[in-house]
């Protein structure tokens, strides 16, 4: 029995690393008693996969991971079972039972393999924040945003704009506020990480050396043409 879980990374642990997080979520399932099932062979291991990994130093409430269970369980249940076993901040929000395939008879895909996109908070810290505000509304205006994405097989210069799906901002007291809809996921992706460090670079005033603070508040897919949360999609 497959099911999606929804759950939050606190602010409290957004530094820990992605293995760690997946060490602690393997312990409170084991805490929580649920059947999970396990891998066959030698080195057998949970039928476990989260979608998406974080960054170290970005926490989130709208984590995915995928689970299979050997029985049905009701969904309220799992989400008491895991709450009651984990620590203060990982908390579980929601599950939702995945069928064995569509009505059509196709399978249902994993979560990592449908993700279009996720809705980040971005807080950038600025001495005058007037001034940065004026100058990332002028910013907007420019038809592309090129910058260099560093990654395994080197560097090479990327459009952020064109990553970007919806974008709004404003101010909040030394702080620009940023919610952008973002490129994520195996086909596309935009870091958070690259876009603040993109408006950082673009914009005046920013306050120096301070930590810019990211939230992933929900991944989407598309549907019927349309974004929905991931929640949404296996409803």
């Not at 999606?4 to 805490?31: G, P």
């Amino acid at each position: 029995m497959r099911y999606v879980i929804r759950f939050a990374k606190e602010k409290d642990i957004k530094f820990i690393s992605h293995l760690d997080l997946m060490r602690t979520i393997h312990r409170v399932i084991r805490r929580a008693g649920l059947p999970v099932e396990y891998s066959k062979g030698f080195n057998p291991h949970m039928n476990l996969s989260i979608a998406q990994p974080l960054s170290v130093g970005v926490y989130s409430k709208g984590e995915y991971m995928d689970i299979v269970l050997t029985e049905e369980v009701a969904e309220e249940l799992i989400i008491n079972k895991l709450n009651d076993s984990a620590p203060p901040a990982i908390k579980f929000l929601q599950a939702v039972r995945v069928p064995d395939a569509f009505p059509d008879g196709k399978k249902i895909p994993q979560v990592a393999s449908i993700i279009e996109a996720a809705l980040y908070t971005i807080k950038i810290k600025y001495d005058d924040v007037e001034r940065g505000y004026k100058d990332l509304k002028n910013l907007l205006k420019k038809e592309q945003w090129i910058t260099i994405k560093k990654g395994k097989k080197g560097e090479k210069e990327i459009d952020v704009k064109r990553l970007i799906k919806e974008f709004k901002f404003d101010i909040e007291g030394d702080s620009i506020v940023i919610e952008a809809l973002i490129a994520c996921g195996s086909r596309e992706n935009l870091s958070p990480e690259l876009l603040s460090s993109y408006i950082k670079a673009n914009t005046d005033a920013v306050k120096e050396n301070s930590f810019v603070e990211v939230e992933r508040q929900e991944m989407y897919t598309i549907k019927e043409g349309k974004y929905v949360s991931i929640a949404s999609y296996f409803k």
